[in-house]
């Protein structure tokens, strides 16, 4: 992140989606807006979700500040980033000028280069003695027809991560909900060793319920990530092979780079402009 001067008198707005059933949902978002706030970046850090409070409706309300970068903390683009956020908040377009304010709409974390890194070094710290050659790391997501944009994300994502040469045997992508099934994550790959990446912003009923059961970790959905070891059984021996699986990717304390990084192109896009 460069030229942190020049926001000294702004505003970082984050977005998130939270939830009323997951207590881990808004923890992310949360964390990354205390460790922001702490490096004193920006004059203000705030957050909003459209499943708690503060709702993205009011959040331009929470600032004095009249500049404010707002940052989806979301996985891709999609509904949410395209239509509910620019409603909510009254966006026009990149940047919007409402009560005495100029609103700087960023582009979701989930989309920057950046988030690269930050799944390879997930899949280090995963499992950094094995072999990588005799490796699989399968970056998973829900897949949806509802949001091809979802699904876009993890491939590029996957893309990404093969031209780095990290030398694992296999970097694959799979899904809850569309083909390749994560279920059937022993079909995909003949290596003895396979990193399960969820590609989720929180550890919600995704990756703490729905995921280790298709993966056959569990045989029901149990308590919240927070109340449970599920990550931390690693590894688990399935179905022939050893099997690690990760906290969802948007838990990194590094997420806080990204969202860095989203700021500083915003404003270098605006600056070229």
């Known amino acids: 992140m460069n030229d942190l001067a020049r926001l000294a008198d702004s505003a970082l707005l984050l977005l998130g989606h939270g939830s009323t059933e997951n207590p881990d949902s808004s923890a992310p978002t949360l964390a990354h807006a205390d460790e922001i706030r702490r490096r004193g970046i920006f004059a203000e850090v705030q957050c909003a979700f459209w499943k708690e409070e503060p709702g993205f409706s009011i959040s331009d309300y929470l600032f004095e500040s009249e500049t404010i970068y707002a940052v989806p903390n979301f996985i891709s683009e ?25 609103i700087h709409y960023c582009d979701p974390v989930g989309i920057h280069t950046s988030m690269t890194r930050l799944l390879a070094g997930r899949a280090r710290e995963l499992a950094p003695d094995i072999p990588v050659q005799e490796t699989a790391l399968i970056i998973v997501g829900h897949g949806t027809g509802l949001n091809a944009k979802s699904t876009e994300a993890i491939r590029v994502q996957v893309d990404r991560l093969e031209a780095l040469g990290l030398g694992y045997g296999q ?7 569309e083909a390749p099934f994560i279920a059937d994550w022993d079909q995909l790959t003949p290596l003895p060793n396979v990193l399960v990446v969820p590609f989720f912003i929180a550890d919600g009923l995704h990756s703490y319920q729905d995921i280790p059961v298709l993966l056959g970790i569990e045989s029901a959905p149990t308590a919240a990530a927070s109340q449970r ?4 059984q690693n590894p688990v021996h399935l179905r022939g092979r050893s099997l ?23 404003q270098s896009a605006a600056a070229a402009a």
Do not use: C
Not at 171 to 177: G, H, V
Not at 229 to 232: A, E, G, K, Q, S
Not at 257 to 265: A, F, K, Y
């Open 78 to 102: 999609g509904y949410f980033t395209r239509e509910v956020i620019p409603r909510e908040l009254g966006l026009e377009g990149p940047s919007t000028r409402r009560n005495g304010k100029v």
């Open 171 to 177: 970097i694959l992508d799979a899904y809850m909900e």
């Open 229 to 232: 070891d599920v990550f931390r």
């Open 244 to 266: 690690w699986y990760s906290r969802s990717i948007g838990t990194d304390p590094s997420l806080v780079d990204v969202i860095l990084d989203q700021v500083h192109d915003f």
